[in-house]
C-alpha cells in the first residue's frame, strides 16, 4: 500500500498489531523519524490542537496549531516530503480552526450556507505533490472545499520574504471565479505567517460581491517581533 491509503490505516491499531505490520512494511514516525510508526505517540501529543485567535492587519485568524517543534516537522513532511499519511493527524487542528472562524463570525442559523475557500495551488506547487495540501486535510476532517478563487498572476516563492514584500508579492494575484452575490465563506490556508495570501483571498471575495466571514488556518508561524495590530472595531 502507498502513503496515502496504507500509512492512514495504522492510527486504528493497537500496538501489537503495529509491531507485527513493521516488519512486513517498515516505516517511521514523520514527526521524529523513530522507526515503525507513521506517528509515534510522543509526536501524536505534539500535534494537540492549540486553537489561538491570531490577527492580521486587524483581521483575526484562527489558527489550530503553533508553527514549530512537532508540527513544524510533520507539515513540512506533508507538504513536501510525499507524507500524505500525516493528513489524518493534522485533520482535527485544522477543523478545530475552521469551527472557531465559523462560530465567532457566524448565528447558528446561518452556518449551513457558508462555504470554505481554499487558497488555488500554483501550476508548479501542483505538479510536484501532485495533490492540493489543505484540501486533502479538509477531506480527511469530513470537510469539503468549494472553488472560487483562480491565480490570474506569477506569484514569487515567498519563504524569505519580509511582510511588505509578502503584500506585494501576492497583490492582485487571486480572481473569482465567477460572480460571488450572496457568497458567505471561511477562506482556509495552511500556514499563516504575515497574512498576505489570506487577505488578497479576501479582497478577490469581496471584490466579486462575496463575503468572508472568518479565515481559519492550520498552523500560525509565530511572529519574532510582533506588531500591535489594530481592532476591527476601529476600522
Known amino acids: 500500500m502507498g502513503g496515502m491509503h496504507g500509512k492512514a490505516l495504522f492510527a486504528g ?5 503495529l509491531d507485527a505490520w513493521a516488519v512486513v512494511m517498515p ?4 514527526g521524529c523519524h523513530a522507526a515503525d510508526r507513521a506517528l509515534c505517540p510522543a509526536c501524536r501529543q505534539g500535534l494537540r490542537p492549540e486553537v489561538h485567535e491570531a490577527r492580521r492587519e ?8 503553533d508553527y514549530s517543534g512537532v508540527a513544524r516537522h510533520v507539515i513540512g513532511a506533508f507538504k513536501d516530503g510525499g507524507r500524505t499519511d500525516a ?11 475552521v469551527t472557531a472562524a465559523l462560530g465567532v463570525a457566524t448565528p447558528a442559523s446561518a452556518r449551513r450556507g457558508v462555504r470554505l475557500v481554499v487558497i488555488p495551488s500554483s501550476t508548479a506547487a501542483w505538479r510536484a505533490r501532485g495533490f492540493h495540501p489543505v484540501e486533502l486535510i479538509l477531506k480527511r476532517a469530513g470537510l469539503t472545499a468549494t472553488t472560487a478563487l483562480r491565480t490570474v498572476a506569477p506569484v514569487a516563492d515567498q519563504v524569505g520574504l519580509g511582510r511588505e514584500e509578502r503584500t506585494v508579492n501576492r497583490r ?15 477562506v482556509v490556508d495552511d500556514i499563516l505567517t504575515t497574512g498576505a495570501t489570506l487577505l488578497e483571498a479576501r ?5 466579486a460581491g462575496g463575503h468572508v466571514v472568518g479565515m481559519a488556518a492550520l498552523a500560525e508561524r509565530r511572529r519574532l517581533h510582533p506588531v500591535t495590530e489594530p481592532s476591527l472595531k476601529s476600522h
Open 203 to 207: 479582497r478577490a471575495i469581496s471584490e
Open 58 to 65: 486587524g483581521v483575526p485568524v484562527w489558527c489550530g496549531l
Open 27 to 30: 516505516t517511521e514516525c514523520v
Open 87 to 97: 493528513a489524518g493527524a493534522l485533520a482535527m487542528p485544522l477543523r478545530l480552526a
Open 13 to 17: 491499531l493497537p500496538a501489537a498489531l
Open 172 to 186: 492582485g494575484s487571486l480572481r473569482a471565479v465567477r460572480r460571488l452575490d450572496g457568497f458567505a465563506c471561511v
